[in-house]
């Protein structure tokens, strides 16, 4: 099967004609525009369309295609997912920019393996640059082509690209590091969230922060509720996402008595999560408060919180292989 893309942008194109955002705007600098979705299969037939040319079958409510030689295209415009099922797809054209966890469901139901031609569409102004979303699917394992770029199913795809085994998040309050990080393992079709956090009962703002995390996680991931974090990693079988430490090392402190008391075990917990780390068997990504470019807190326990999270956080990024600031949304590499 040969698939050639007349277009890879949403329903207007990308830039957006006569639109004053920011991406349309940089976009306009970055090469050709993209036009509107548009594929034809073999040389001949439109896709997705409505009659088909004997020998060509439709399925998953028509955004499916099987041709005469057995390969099989699916196009997952944005929306509901479409009914995909059988073995896996030669070809997937597919909207990720709206949620890319769906390439996760798609590699989970053996729809997508190494063999499948994973290539994003329906692009615009949801994403900055050409840039960013060129950075974004490196870390889902799929690929943006030009228009007019003609995809043989008879040559196998390029390796994704290898993905950090430990990734370290920093960022102040709300500096969007949690997205981020929830972003480098969208597409996995396995993932177990863990949340170090404590619980919700009687804090209505905690509760709603809570939720919000919750809701905005891919729903088959699964979560583990832990401060065990150094057995967590050391069992792990599948990524894991460590939202946070932070909140991990409160909670470390609470659990030992060690606001006014000794500070041993902390210092232990401390070294041990460093082993696990060092050690992890699989993907880690970790999301950490950068506290210490605030003003001094003004209690004791404060300082000696924030200097515990400090040596932590810089104990960790010598032992991962990637490290970022994220400020305002914007991971920046350290």
């Not at 050709?32 to 998953?60: E, M, S």
């Not at 063999?115 to 889902?140: F, N, P, Y």
């Not at 919180?305 to 960790?316: C, I, M, S, T």
Request: proline content about 9%; hydrophobic content about 40%; glycine content about 12%.
């Amino acid at each position: 099967m040969k698939v050639l893309l007349t277009g890879t942008a949403g329903g207007t194109g990308w830039p957006e004609p006569g639109c004053p955002c920011a991406s349309c705007a940089v976009r306009d600098g970055e090469g050709p525009w993209r036009r509107p979705f548009g594929a034809v299969v073999d040389d001949t037939v439109p896709f997705p369309a409505g009659d088909l040319p004997d020998g060509y079958a439709p399925h998953a409510g028509g955004l499916g295609l099987t041709t005469p030689d057995g390969s099989r295209l699916l196009y997952a415009p944005a929306g509901p997912e479409p009914p995909a099922d059988g073995p896996a797809y030669d070809v997937v054209l597919i909207d990720l920019l709206e949620r890319p966890e769906r390439l996760g469901s798609l590699r989970r139901a053996g729809l997508v393996n190494g063999r499948t031609h994973v290539v994003a569409v329906g692009l615009d102004h949801r994403i900055r640059s050409e840039k960013e979303l060129a950075r974004r699917l490196r870390m889902w394992g799929a690929g943006a082509v030009p228009d007019g770029t003609s995809l043989d199913t008879g040559r196998p795809p390029p390796p994704p690209a290898a993905q950090p085994r430990r990734a370290l998040l920093l960022g102040g309050s709300r500096s969007g590091k949690s997205a981020e990080a929830e972003l480098r393992l969208a597409a996995e079709p396995y993932v177990t969230y863990v949340a170090t956090g404590p619980g919700s009962e009687g804090d209505a703002e905690w509760a709603a922060r809570v939720r919000a995390h919750r809701e905005r996680r891919p729903a088959h991931w699964a979560t583990a509720e832990t401060t065990d974090l150094a057995e967590t990693i050391r069992s792990a079988t599948t990524p894991l996402l460590i939202d946070g430490l932070g909140t991990w090392l409160a909670a470390v402190f609470d659990e030992h008595g060690a606001w006014e008391g000794d500070r041993a075990p902390v210092d232990r917990r401390c070294d041990a999560l460093v082993q696990a780390w060092r050690s992890a068997p699989g993907r880690v990504v970790a999301v950490s408060d950068e506290a210490g470019m605030g003003v001094v807190p003004a209690t004791a326990a404060g300082r000696l919180f924030r200097d515990a999270l400090g040596r932590l956080n810089e104990r960790l990024a010598a032992e991962s292989e990637y490290v970022a600031l994220v400020v305002a949304g914007r991971p920046t590499r350290l």
